[in-house]
Nanobody, 121 residues
Framework: QVQLVESGGGLVQPGGSLRLSCAAS????????MYWYRQAPGKQRELVAT???????NYADSVKGRFTISRDNAKNTVLLQMNSLKPEDTAVYYC???????????????WGQGTQVTVSS
């Protein structure tokens, strides 16, 4: 079984910064793309940032230039550095990863439990 555990959320003032971390553990042969999503109250979950196994990144227009996604393949970890935070960034942030648990397995999508980010003065 594979688990994803997020950390680093909290309350921050507008203009501030937070760094989210997501660590994958369990039976892992290979991790492919990793993602950060967010879901604000009353809204659909949206894709925030993507990073491939080779380090290619992509961002939602709403966070370009403010958020940076990175990964440490040796530690099976993905990070999201969030700068210049705005009240509209308030949401529960979820980590998602495409993981092959064993060499004989297909690739499955796994989700973390989410971490709350609140941007407010």
């Amino acid at each position: 079984q594979v688990q994803l555990v997020e950390s680093g959320g909290g309350l921050v003032q507008p203009g501030g910064s937070l760094r989210l971390s997501c660590a994958a553990s369990g039976s892992i042969f290979k991790i492919y793309a990793m993602y950060w999503y967010r879901q604000a109250p009353g809204k659909q979950r949206e894709l925030v940032a993507t990073i491939t196994s080779g380090g290619v990144t992509n961002y939602a227009d709403s966070v370009k230039g403010r958020f940076t996604i990175s990964r440490d393949n040796a530690k099976n970890t993905v990070l999201l550095q969030m700068n210049s935070l705005k009240p509209e960034d308030t949401a529960v942030y979820y980590c998602n990863a495409n993981v092959q648990p064993r060499a004989v397995d297909p690739v499955w999508s796994y989700w973390g439990q989410g971490t709350q980010v609140t941007v407010s003065s």
